[in-house]
């Protein structure tokens, strides 16, 4: 018992001499650091005086612990957060503990012969690495709270920008492209803006960005409610097949596509044509719509509440008969379009006769007073056709 109160009042007096010295230690110290890690020579991210306070902080804090006083983490969890904020890597933080841990083992040698190290100082060996290694776990906590605060800091903030470039109060066409800028996108265009229908907790486009980037195309991206909103720079404008092809990999959803853009302070009524776009794809199905590239889908759209009083124009009738016969009728009149106005291929497309695709033509006539062959009765019942499956229409009884 003599003895081993012997040996840690000769541990304490050991570490009282580093301590009396701890000006001189730090120094030594913060200069091994900084020689070792050049990551701390760049002043820009942390001079060495600010280095040096912590670096006395966390040997004052780790010499007393060794000498029986109390254990805490403040030091280190402030230099973790000081090295966060000033963009020092994670492994140079951890690097800097474990040159700490043997720089005091080194020192505490240096004042003992080799008998000495054998009886006292390797017992508390155990004791010194792991208080590095409870440092080095407090500091990387307190470094990865700084990063995940500033990640959702720069998040929000680049959402805001994007929020401000699509709703058309970026102002001035230099403030859009600083926006651009920021959001790390080509500067030089053109551009594309996509909207994705989400629903609930579903990606509508998984893994959009990694396959544009593949395909040379940046994007930034922004989550609206139940919508999946992206700005694309494309290389030129030969890229947009490319962008849209490496879009519909794996789509979950309907995918708009707005007109190509030269300068993103258009980028406003881009987001409009994209929201449009969806909405020319039927309701249930998957694929890209790019704007313009169906008039009648886009007539239809852009004005919705005309578009369900003309469909209930034409085909209020017919969609007020029952169920099975409605649904038949109304597939007829699509096959009957697709086939080009031909009974026969029509025919052949739903698989009956010839007469009884002229019988169901003559009972869409008998219930729209339209004749599918007549050009303006053909319009009509096709426009109308057309909004009903886009999901425009009121449903029929």
Not at 113 to 121: G, K, N, P, R, Y
Not at 175 to 188: E, F, K, M, P, T
Not at 364 to 391: C, D, F, K, N
Request: negative net charge; proline residues 4%; glycine residues 8%.
């Amino acid at each position: 018992m003599v003895a081993e109160l012997e040996k840690d009042e000769r541990v304490a007096e050991l570490v009282g001499r580093l301590l009396a010295d701890l000006g001189r230690l730090s120094d030594e110290l913060t200069a091994e650091i900084m020689s070792g890690e050049h990551v701390y020579g760049e002043r820009a991210l942390l001079d060495e005086e600010r280095l040096r306070a912590v670096v006395r902080d966390n040997l004052r804090t780790l010499l007393t612990t060794l000498q029986g006083g109390p254990a805490t983490l403040d030091a280190p969890r402030a230099a973790g957060r000081l090295k966060a904020e000033h963009g020092i890597p994670l492994a140079a933080l951890l690097h800097a503990y474990r040159t700490a841990g043997r720089f005091v083992w080194d020192r505490l040698r240096a004042l003992t012969d080799d008998e000495e190290i054998a009886a006292t100082l390797l017992p508390i060996a155990s004791g010194l690495w792991a208080a590095i290694d409870s440092y080095s776990s407090a500091a990387a906590d307190a470094y990865r709270t700084v990063v995940e605060v500033h990640a959702r800091r720069d998040t929000t903030a680049r959402g805001a920008m994007f929020a401000t470039l699509l709703d058309g109060r970026v102002g001035t066409s230099a403030g859009a492209w600083d926006i651009v800028r920021v959001l790390g996108l080509d500067r030089q265009g053109p551009f594309l803006v996509v909207c994705a229908e989400g629903h609930d907790a579903t990606e509508p486009l998984p893994g959009a960005a990694v396959r544009l980037r593949a395909a040379g195309v940046g994007s930034a991206w922004m989550s609206q409610i139940n919508a999946e909103v992206g700005l694309l720079a494309l290389s030129n404008e030969s890229a947009l097949t490319a962008a849209v092809d490496a879009l519909m990999d794996g789509v979950l959803s309907r995918v708009g596509v707005s007109r190509p853009f030269a300068s993103p302070v258009n980028a406003a009524t881009a987001w409009r044509e994209a929201q449009l776009a969806v909405q020319c794809l039927p309701p249930g199905t998957t694929g890209s719509h790019l704007y313009g590239s169906s008039p009648i889908a886009l007539l239809a759209t852009a004005s919705p509440d005309a578009a369900a009083e003309m469909a209930e124009a034409v085909l209020g009738p017919l969609r007020a008969q029952p169920e099975a016969e409605q649904s038949m009728l109304l597939e007829t009149l699509r096959a009957w379009f697709t086939a080009g106005g031909s009974t026969a291929r029509a025919a052949a497309l739903l698989h009956c006769h010839r007469n009884t695709v002229l019988y169901r033509l003559n009972r869409i006539t008998e219930l729209t007073g339209r004749r599918p062959a007549e050009a303006e009765s053909a319009a009509e019942l096709y426009l109308a056709l057309h909004i009903v499956r886009m999901g425009l229409a009121a449903r029929g009884a």
